[in-house]
């Protein structure tokens, strides 16, 4: 396999790396084992302590790290910054709440007394995307090593740097050897990992396709997974929305991290009443984003991750556009060089066309117009796929309404679909399940033990 860094702005190779062999691997695994029987029976205090010191190592090197996810997947620098800050903020969300959140639950039962405790499972192998290089692999990880649990992890192969960098923080922060270990490895091999006893849980955020390769693998085995495997978010826009705040908050959710963020606003929904105003405000504001050098403090929107990344978005347009989809806006890709797709508009899809149905992965955005209400939820939930939704509206309590019958995992009034250390984060139907993020994050690799004790005179 390529494991490899190509600057996607240049499409030019800096740095490649060999996979590492069937022994390395093996051993590297081994040496998690062995640290997991140490590191189980430290206190919460010592763990929070090292993800507190990871947490400062990322804000000095704020800089250097956000360089590295620019040039290896071409976020914009100033969001790649942001990511480093958010990463930040994980590790230190859980190193403050993780002792309580994992605390001894006390139970009231008929006869004698008895508590959950919340004990660590072992080794976990997380595998992970490029388009949050730093992030993803923050909040498999952060939570937990403060449960007790070890990590391995395979990063996406266009990352390899980002990877190597999170396994020289944990090291810079004195973490012992074989807590969090990085693996040059292809999927394949991460997926045949899954059945060696010694891992314990997987976490995968991916593809539909990787997902179902890991999750068949796991229930082999019995082995507990959470998967993140992507969206088609819908943007509900009704008649009573402020239509001028509501087109700034839709280029954020279409436009963050040049449109790759398995949570982008990708189906932008509006009732009749204000559709045209919404569309010609929203067309005029995404013809005006200046394409170019991810580096460049100037740039709106940079590359896609890669050249196939972008070869297989411009084959979807092509395809949506052969099957009726008309373009309001863009449609090609630039005459230059790196892996650019314009900013593009689809309208008049229909259930088989591409766009419709598939998950555009870049800077596509997908218009439709509905008569109602009714009409914005039934297209909303008329997806395979169930991650995240935004509904805007100045009436909360309509809003709340819409809400409670979208289908998803996660649904913002007001904003586009977003993130933090305190909301949880995941979905339903295709995009997965399992959460990640805030307490329920913490409690998905664990061992939820009961221990009852007995009075002398309770019933045998």
């Known amino acids: 396999m390529s494991i490899q860094t ?42 929070a302590d090292l993800l507190r010191r990871v947490a400062k190592l990322m804000r000095t090197k704020k800089t250097e790290l956000a360089e590295t996810i620019t040039l290896e997947m071409g976020k914009l620098l100033s969001q790649a910054e942001g990511e480093i800050d958010v990463s930040a903020s994980i590790l ?23 508590i959950i405790r919340n004990n660590p499972i072992g ?44 396994e ?33 849980g997987i976490s995968l955020t991916g593809s539909e396709e990787a997902g179902t ?8 085995h019995l082995k507990k997974v959470v998967l993140e495997l992507g969206g088609n978010d819908p943007f509900i826009i009704l008649e009573d929305a402020d239509i001028d705040k509501t087109v700034e908050w839709a280029v954020v959710g279409r436009m963050n991290n040049n449109g ?11 009732v009749e009443a204000i559709a045209d105003e919404f569309l010609q405000k929203f067309k005029t504001k995404l013809s005006e984003m200046k394409v170019g050098d991810p580096m460049d403090p100037n740039t709106d929107l940079g590359p896609l991750s890669s050249e196939a990344a972008a070869v297989h978005l411009a084959d979807q347009v092509k395809r949506s556009i052969e099957e009726g989809a008309k373009v309001l806006l863009g449609g090609k890709r630039p005459n230059c060089e790196g892996a650019f797709m ?63 019958q979208i289908d998803s995992g996660m649904v913002f009034i007001n904003h586009p ?37 007995s009075g002398l005179n309770d019933p045998f």
């Not at 935004?390 to 909360?396: A, D, G, L, V």
């Not at 329920?440 to 690799?445: A, P, S, Y």
């Open 123 to 166: 080794v976990l192998l997380g595998v992970m995307p490029w388009n949050f290089p730093y992030y993803q692999v923050v909040r498999f990880a952060a939570p937990n090593i403060m449960v007790g649990n070890t990590i391995v992890l395979k990063h996406a192969s266009i990352v390899p740097q980002c990877a190597a960098t999170i």
């Open 260 to 270: 790759q963020c398995c949570v982008a606003s990708k189906r932008f929904i509006a």
């Open 342 to 404: 314009e900013p593009t508009i689809l309208t008049d899809l229909k259930p088989g066309i591409t766009a419709y149905h598939e998950e555009l992965f870049g800077p596509v955005a997908s218009f439709y117009v509905v008569k109602d209400e009714q009409a914005a939820i039934h297209l909303a939930n008329d997806s395979e796929f169930g991650l995240g939704a935004s509904i805007f509206s100045e009436n909360i309590e309509r809003a709340k309404s819409v809400a409670d």
């Open 213 to 220: 390769s890991i999750a068949m693998e796991a229930g082999k």
């Open 92 to 114: 230190d969300y859980y190193a403050e709440h993780g002792e309580t959140f994992l605390s001894d639950k006390i139970l009231d039962p008929e006869y004698g007394a008895a």
């Open 417 to 453: 679909t977003w993130t933090q250390a305190d909301l949880p984060f995941g979905g339903t139907k295709q995009s997965g399940f399992g959460r990640e993020l805030s307490e329920l994050g913490i409690q998905e690799f664990v061992n939820k033990k009961l221990i009852r004790i």
């Open 6 to 47: 190509v600057n996607p702005y240049t499409n030019k190779t800096i740095k490649s790396f060999e996979e590492m062999t069937e022994t390395i691997v093996n051993d590297k695994i081994e040496k998690a084992a062995k640290t997991f029987s140490e590191w189980k029976k430290t206190s919460y205090q010592h763990r």
């Open 168 to 200: 020289k923080l944990f090291q810079e922060a004195d973490a012992p050897e074989g807590l969090y270990t990085n693996l040059y490895i292809s999927g394949e091999n991460a997926s045949k990992l899954v059945s060696d006893k010694r891992i314990k």
